[in-house]
């Protein structure tokens, strides 16, 4: 059985704003399936990858679904001979990558999205807490755990450090240095652009796990008013109460767990309102925390 499915679909845009003449745009859409349990793909499945059958080349393609970048750079070299080709991103819409008509440009944004026009926002869960906590790869194993249940999860990367799934499959050196090359810089419109994004998200997934980084920031309050819950992961627990003030006192969210990464106290607090743990990350991640996480997906925030 092969690895991916491309599924072929129609897709119909019913407004443009920035181009009304174009407002009942008809284009095709690639759907990419990812079939294996794990979600996995491998280079060597190109070999054997074919695209569907029935593509009209006088109109323009959608490609869509969560897949690697370099089958993306399959497909769109594939679907060169449509009128265009775009790559959906669910944070901005349909970005075109290629064109053959005059009518849509390389680098435009067309305003399609999959998520149904006025639905219950789904559940976004700010991973918050001091640096060096665990938590970027807390929110990698959360989102790999709860990924063959719910391929629709999304992690959003909201911080400019350089550091993502890939540096956590390198060695730590190597990892140090490349984080240190890639790191970038805070702008003014940088948390802005990840509130738009996380909102565009929760219209379209199941539950978006967000990464911020680990500063209580001012500045993090459109972050804030774009997620309904957080996950507080701290090594210090004199750190605790201030995330708790910044995310649940000042920005409304709802907690969801409590996770003490550094010796783990004594006496943890019993509150049937929040669950409290203990969690080496280099061990799997508690059940009960997946549990908990899980009952989110698909949940209004």
Known sequence: MSAVALQLRSGYLAHW????????????????????PDRLVFPEDLAQLRLP?????????????????????????????????????????????SSHSPDVQVGEIIPWVQGRPGSELAAAVMVVGPPDSGKSRLARALFESLLPQAPNVYLQRAHWDGEGNWTLDLPPEEAKILKHRYRGRLTPDFFSFHAQAILALRQQKS??????????????????EACSHYLLVSRDPAAIPLWHEFCRDRGNLRCVAVLHTGPCPEDLPRDPNQLELCWDPGSPLPAELVRVVRGLVGSAG
């Open 17 to 36: 704003p920035q181009k009304p003449h174009l407002g009942g745009l008809p284009f095709q859409v690639i759907e990419i399936e990812l079939t294996r």
């Open 53 to 97: 059958g029935g593509i009209d080349p006088r109109l323009g393609v959608v490609l869509s679904g969560r897949a690697p970048i370099w089958l993306y750079g399959w497909l769109v070299h594939e679907c060169h001979f449509t009128r265009w080709v775009a790559c959906y991103d669910p944070r901005l819409g349909a970005v075109v990558v």
């Open 207 to 224: 539950l978006v796990i967000v990464d911020v980084g680990g500063k209580v920031d001012p500045q993090k309050q459109p972050i804030l």
